[in-house]
């Protein structure tokens, strides 16, 4: 744990430029931008992570990060610490509808299969599937490096005090912390959400999704896959060999009954039930080692942030994870926060004014927002089985299959290549 030499407003009351509440990967990233720029910031969390194990087993939560993800964790330093650990790259993705003949059986065709290539932009992968531990890990010891950064890990946080100017976080053991902004980073249940009243819209799915972590034959895969079915997406994420062994993590959607019986099976016949029902493309599954399930639902705040108080991540929003957006739209959440609050510091503007954190709310709702419809749209299309939808959207998946410049805008739109993208994501860290 380090301390910095934050200001006391009284004997008992450190005083920070920016206090965070949630460490994880956003909370993180958020520290260590501010902190390039010697901002003060005190970054309060629970737990930390336990260290990575060379010959540790892939852990359940993976994440797959786009292009823009790598530019912004690489220029805050994160990105080498992650790589001497381990990490995926997966240079083809292909998405396709699962049709079935009159009588039951899967057909083998796949001319609605599109196929995103990263060799057809002339980047030699298109993402990486990254153990969310490893994110967080690489970040953490990124914070190192920066100064005026404090990281009270593990901190138990007694009250928030989201009425006083400034904001105060008061700890189990007494201690007591104000900031000139206050950043709420703590996941979807965020208590800095609940303390400064900001309301939330919800919507839940029908659907559950279902995570695995298995040992499969034939080596490191560079490829990910994901069909649609009506009761949800069956898809394939390549994992990293370890000492010879190669894995994958099986994602599966479905209702919440089949996903309940999915869980209580024993490892053989939950095997057993992912052969006779997932793709062909499924390499070969020798072992299950983890599985666990979480319920869908789509949640955006009403708004970001009152004043002295903000929020990022899933604090603010969560997302159908159909495409695996959710961590980079968070880490786009974070880069935004750092170039719109460097720019207010060197104005000389107080960091937790509205007309400050309006800049941020501008620069993130309509995107994320954006994607939350998209990952709408998808869902509802390919969770119905109206024969003439059913015909159309295979015939859309046809045709974009066959047109690459089509294609090829998709891949660059997902990967952060094209649109507007905060500094941290196109390299421009000395103009911050």
Known sequence: MKRTDASRHSDDQQHYDVLIVGGGMVGATIACGLGQQGIRVAVFDHTEPSPLSADALPE??????????????????????????????????AVWEKL?????????????????????????????????????????????????VSLFCPASIQKIHTSAVPPVIELSDGRRFSGDLLVGADGANSRVRQAAGLAMEQRDYEQQCLVATVEITGGCQDITWQAFTPTGPEAFLPLPDINGRSFGSIVWYNHPEKIRQLLALSGEAFIKELKTTFPAELPEVIQLHERGAFPIARRHVTEYFRPG?????DAAHTINPLAGQGVNLGLQDAAWLIEILV???RAGENLGTLEVLTRYEKARRRDNALMMNTMDAFYHAFSNQNKPLQLLRNLGLTIAGRLPPAVNQVMKYAMGLSGKQPKLATGKKNKL
């Open 343 to 345: 720019e207010a510091y």
């Open 60 to 93: 359940l939560r993976v994440s797959a990060l786009s292009t823009a993800s790598e530019e912004i964790l690489r220029q805050l330093g994160a990105w080498p610490h992650m790589q001497s650990m381990r990490m995926t790259p997966y240079r083809r993705m």
């Open 309 to 313: 108080i903000v929020l990022a991540g």
């Open 100 to 148: 079935h003949s009159p009588f039951g059986k899967e057909i083998g065709s796949r001319a609605n299969r599109v196929v995103f290539d990263a060799k057809q932009i002339n980047h030699s992968q298109l993402g990486f599937i990254v153990e969310n531990r490893v994110t967080q890990l690489g970040l953490l010891e990124a914070i190192k490096s920066y100064p005026s």
